[in-house]
């Protein structure tokens, strides 16, 4: 293998606990009550249509900036002080960096929330370097920012890339764009035989993975 691009949340990192549950967090933090929302997890529209229903239910007037601010402090301080990498990731960085494997990240989540997290567990000296849908202008239902990055790795064609994901919506847009996909375990994807189905490998720990079976 000589190309790879990595999801981060959910697929390096054990952080989709906390997103899946950042409006309850913030009710809870901030002694509201429940509400009659459910959280997109697909873009960043999830922060508005929040917003919108604690307002709009609890008779609230609470300003955008506010939110962001809170959520955005939240999340760093977590990535800061003590989000876990998934098991046996560094070790799996490690030896596709030891063997000249040229890596990204390809993220939802913005370059400076994560960073923290990117500097306390010395990721940043695996990767040529990350990529975000905020920054790109595209989410990952399309497989435009993919491709932007096999390109800027060096890859000539997405079947030279293995994309490490652990959601469906993104392993099934990496699959059909022609790229070598390997499904991440994580607790909070509930559709793992569908994601399974879009697979080239499916694994629970990166010690499972087959190498013969990567691309060349």
């Given at each position: 293998m ?48 929040f ?43 490690e ?23 990117l500097?306390?567990?010395?990721l940043?000296?695996f ?21 932007h ?8 064609s ?26 991440i ?32």
């Amino acid at each position: 293998m000589r190309y790879a691009i990595f999801d981060f949340d959910g697929t390096l990192i054990d952080s989709m606990t906390m997103w899946r549950n950042m409006g309850n967090i913030f009710l809870k933090e901030n002694n509201l009550p429940p509400l009659k929302y459910q959280k997109k997890m697909r873009n960043d529209t999830w922060e508005v249509e929040f917003l919108k229903a604690v307002n709009e239910q609890l008779g609230l007037d609470i300003s955008q900036e506010f939110f962001f601010k809170w959520f955005s402090d939240y999340v760093i301080d977590a990535y800061d002080k003590h989000l876990p990498l998934k098991p046996t990731a560094y070790e799996f960085l490690e030896k596709l960096h030891n063997d000249g494997v040229k890596m990204c990240i390809c993220s939802s989540t913005h370059r400076f929330m994560m960073e923290p997290a990117l500097k306390r567990l010395d990721l940043l000296k695996f990767f040529e370097f990350t990529c975000h849908c905020n920054d790109f202008g595209m989410e990952k239902d399309k497989p435009d920012i993919y491709l932007h990055c096999a390109e800027k790795l060096g890859a000539a064609s997405p079947a030279e890339v293995a994309v490490f994901e652990d959601a469906l919506y993104a392993v099934k847009t990496v699959s059909e764009a022609g790229f070598y996909t390997v499904g991440i375990y994580d607790v909070t994807e509930k559709n793992t035989e569908e994601v399974k189905r879009y697979c080239h490998q499916y694994i629970e720990n990166y010690n499972q993975l087959d190498f013969d079976k990567l691309p060349l």
